[in-house]
């Protein structure tokens, strides 16, 4: 079965089977980042931001976003870019654009599809229930993540994660990563009205993932979590 016939078959909403990334690689383990241009000097942006500016990211939940921005300054030691950051609201479903890009300096947001662990939703509905940190769990964690280095591996291209947090502190040695896959394409929402599953990863589309790796390089913040 090939794999378009594959994603639309409802059992290939089951645990996700991951897929590697369509764009050819040409170099191997571990890839360079990205080259980003810099607004700012790293870790010149203050971590309480104007509540001015704040108000502009309204595709956020107010309460996440203060919780994020909280954490931003409660790990400012180990954050050394702080200028963009990325929040994921479990509170909403697979089918939502819940990954949210944020650029502090000038206030700008976007956001995308992301897709949440198995373990996380066992009956597939679609909604994030539980989070562990635990190995084998298959379920995502919520707390903070510095983005690290990259690398290909089973998923294809991908990114290191270290959990910053109790609640994600195994992130690294779970091998919780951001990577593409082809259950997190926007195409099933069409079709299934939800995305498919990780293993606890962020997995977002195939053709999103340089977006993804351009704007948060290394060493920038992920807060996954509810209001």
Same mark, same amino acid.
């Given at each position: 079965?090939?794999?378009?016939?594959?994603?639309?078959?409802?059992?290939?909403?089951?645990?996700?089977?991951?897929?590697?990334?369509?764009?050819?690689?040409?170099?191997?383990?571990?890839?360079?980042?990205?080259?980003?241009?810099?607004?700012?000097?790293?870790?010149?942006?203050?971590?309480?931001?104007?509540?001015?500016?704040?108000?502009?990211?309204?595709?956020?939940?107010?309460?996440?976003?203060?919780?994020?921005?909280?954490?931003?300054?409660?790990?400012?030691?180990?954050?050394?870019?702080?200028?963009?950051?990325?929040?994921?609201?479990?509170?909403?479903?697979?089918?939502?654009? +819940?990954?949210?890009? !944020? $650029? @502090?300096?000038?206030?700008? =947001?976007?956001?995308?599809? /992301?897709?949440?662990? %198995?373990?996380?939703?066992?009956?597939?509905?679609?909604?994030?229930?539980?989070?562990?940190?635990?190995?084998?769990?298959?379920?995502?964690?919520?707390?903070?993540?510095?983005?690290?280095?990259?690398?290909?591996?089973?998923?294809?291209?991908?990114? +290191?994660?270290?959990? !910053? $947090? @109790?609640?994600?502190?195994? =992130?690294?040695?779970?091998? /919780?990563?951001?990577? %593409?896959?082809?259950?997190?394409?926007?195409?099933?929402?069409?079709?299934?009205?939800?995305?498919?599953?990780?293993?606890?990863?962020?997995?977002?589309?195939?053709?999103?993932?340089?977006?993804?790796?351009?704007?948060?390089?290394?060493?920038?913040?992920?807060?996954?979590?509810?209001?």
């Amino acid at each position: 079965m090939n794999r378009r016939a594959m994603m639309l078959a409802g059992a290939a909403l089951a645990v996700g089977a991951c897929a590697r990334s369509s764009t050819p690689l040409q170099s191997i383990s571990p890839l360079k980042a990205p080259q980003i241009p810099q607004r700012s000097l790293a870790g010149s942006v203050p971590a309480t931001v104007r509540s001015s500016s704040a108000k502009t990211f309204s595709s956020v939940d107010p309460g996440l976003l203060r919780k994020a921005l909280a954490s931003l300054e409660r790990h400012g030691d180990r954050i050394r870019s702080r200028d963009r950051i990325a929040i994921v609201d479990f509170d909403a479903p697979s089918a939502d654009m +819940r990954m949210h890009f !944020l $650029d @502090v300096a000038d206030g700008k =947001a976007t956001r995308l599809l /992301v897709a949440h662990g %198995s373990g996380s939703d066992p009956r597939h509905t679609g909604f994030a229930e539980r989070f562990s940190n635990d190995f084998g769990s298959n379920a995502s964690s919520e707390g903070a993540f510095l983005t690290d280095d990259y690398y290909v591996g089973r998923h294809g291209r991908s990114q +290191r994660l270290v959990g !910053l $947090d @109790v609640t994600n502190n195994n =992130a690294l040695e779970r091998a /919780v990563v951001v990577h %593409s896959a082809w259950y997190a394409n926007d195409d099933m929402i069409k079709a299934h009205g939800k995305l498919g599953r990780s293993q606890g990863c962020f997995a977002v589309g195939e053709n999103k993932l340089d977006d993804v790796f351009s704007f948060l390089g290394k060493g920038r913040m992920i807060f996954a979590g509810r209001a």
